[in-house]
């Protein structure tokens, strides 16, 4: 059934048997209760859902899971294990909900409660428990060790090729370690055994990463017309924002992030990327509100470099450094969870802090898990720290077309662009730096402005220059 391409009707039906069957096979809470003796003038009436149980159906489907269902779950879960430590399936959901909560509030202290959960599972079943080896996969992932990630999830697939819910997993692991011909072929794997909104979403990072950002698009808008609930309707819009942001769609951003709050008020990337867009369009008083709000929720260092430089932009330093310092410290408190956090911290060095510690992050982090984000950023510290000519070798990695189709976003071309200048390619220089704020004027409220500098000082090209040949096309 799962193979066949069906129409918008029988695919709900389908989706919705398949879900249940996951849920049931993954210790779901039993939905429709016990029967008890009563007269035989009444019939009996089932038990309502259990609170966790639509966190239940969401995890077991793939799908994104309300932080409220999740917490309910969770404690569902606890006291399952209590009386039944011998049940192997709910130590497995009870780590796979503590990875997701953990994700979506960028609490690194539930990772090692995961962790527990999960290879106790293990210890209970430790032959043919896909749930378990699932739950480790996702755990890697979300602590960014991609190549842990990558070992669970091939584990995972082994044990049962056509549980379709491991291929997104391993689609994150193959991109963190830069394998995207791995991804695509994955992603062909997936798209052959399942429809639905979750693979069309999963579709479109695979798509954003080759550089596809119309398919990334398109892929997303489709996934959130069939969301089911509002939390994952909610989910794919601000997908759909990031990549309307990154195109320099800012209306169409803050539209998708503004509906996806309204669907799930814990959405809190929505709630950044309210932040991101509103600086971008000189709201700066909305944006610092949206950033706060979002770091209240779920204090990601991410979103603390980008309130860092917002505030730095606006003339503001005491207010940069508390918040560089904010991410000094969840950095840290995500180490202490396993989590790697190095990118961000690398990326933070680069401009604000060390950039020879910047590279030296950069080069450990690219040796574990050499993807485009992580060569963009180090071929950034590489010029920050004086080195243009190795620098230039990592920005044409991260922009190339092949194999992962490069990032193209407009931080990257300016990153390359800023490379070339420094290396005197002129010609190359003006043409990537015109590029970056061609693909979004706005990308940064620090960097966009240096790149206008940047092109004004090179002024226009002389009628006698002759082009130079791109890096990245040969």
Known sequence: MENQQEGPVRRERSLGRHRVLIASVAGCAVLGGVLVLLPRERSAEPAPPSPGAPAMEAVGGGAPAALPGLEALIEE??????????DATSWAVLGTAY??????????????RAEKALRTSLSVRPERNTPALAGLAALANARRDFRAGRRWGEAALKLEPRRWTTYPLLIDAYSGLGEYKAAKRTLDRLTGLRSGPAVL?????????????EDAAASL?????????????????????????????????????????????????????????????????????????ALAGQPCPRYALELGELYESLGRPEAARGQYGVLRERVRRAAAGGADEELVLGRFEADHGDPKAAVRRLRAEWKRQPGTEVADALGWALRRAGEPAEALRFALKATATEPG????????????????????????????????????PHFSPLHAPAARTALEALGEPPDEEVPEMDGGAG
């Open 201 to 213: 979403a999963r579709a479109a990072a695979v798509y954003r990463e080759r550089g596809w950002r």
């Open 99 to 112: 990875v997701e909560r953990g994700r979506r509030l960028s609490d690194p202290a539930d990772y090692p």
């Open 221 to 293: 808008a489709d996934a959130a017309a069939g969301a089911r609930v509002p939390v994952e309707r909610a989910a794919y819009l601000e997908r759909s924002g990031q990549l309307a942001f990154e195109r320099g769609d800012l209306d169409v951003a803050l539209r998708h992030f503004r509906e996806a709050v309204r669907l799930d008020p814990d959405q809190w990337a929505a709630r950044a990327g309210q932040g991101r867009t509103l600086a971008a369009l000189g709201r700066t008083t909305e944006a610092l509100h949206a950033y706060r709000a």
């Open 405 to 440: 189709g490069g990032s193209l976003d407009a931080a990257s071309m300016y990153h390359r662009g800023m490379i070339e200048q420094a290396l005197k390619r002129y010609g190359a220089a003006r043409r990537h730096l015109t590029e970056a704020l061609r693909i979004n």
């Open 77 to 86: 879960r606890r006291e399952v294990v209590r009386t039944r430590p011998r």
